[in-house]
């Protein structure tokens, strides 16, 4: 079992910046994946960024060279850089863990709110 509290969203102007930090307890977070996903209104949530339990990065391609995912396994947590931030990018950010022993199963966090606009 895996508990996820997400910070850091908010207003920001385009063109700004934003980090938010995902932190993780209730297991071992060396033996999960990571991710953020993200869902605006009336859209299905869709993968934003995630990194894997040995490194692996993947990024979607509306937010390749401006986001960056990084995770710190003695801290337990993940964080997502957002610079250069555009209107599209409003949506609530949601944190993802999903393990890689037994049989794969998906955890969220509650949740936090960006917003860009002027």
């Known amino acids: 079992q895996v508990q996820l509290v997400e910070s850091g969203g908010g207003l920001v102007q385009p063109g700004g910046s934003l980090r938010l930090s995902c932190a993780a307890s209730g297991s071992i977070f060396s033996l999960f994946d990571m991710g953020w996903y993200r869902q605006a209104p009336g859209n299905q949530r869709e993968l934003v960024a995630s990194i894997t339990s040995n490194g692996r990065i993947n990024y979607a391609d509306s937010v390749k060279g401006r986001f960056t995912i990084s995770r710190d396994n003695t801290k337990n947590t993940v964080d997502l850089q957002m610079n250069s931030v555009k209107p599209e990018d409003t949506a609530v950010y949601y944190c993802?863990?999903?393990?890689?022993?037994?049989?794969?199963?998906?955890?969220w966090g509650q949740g936090t709110q960006v917003t860009v606009s002027s």
């Open positions: 993802n863990a999903a393990r890689i022993y037994g049989v794969r199963r998906n955890y």
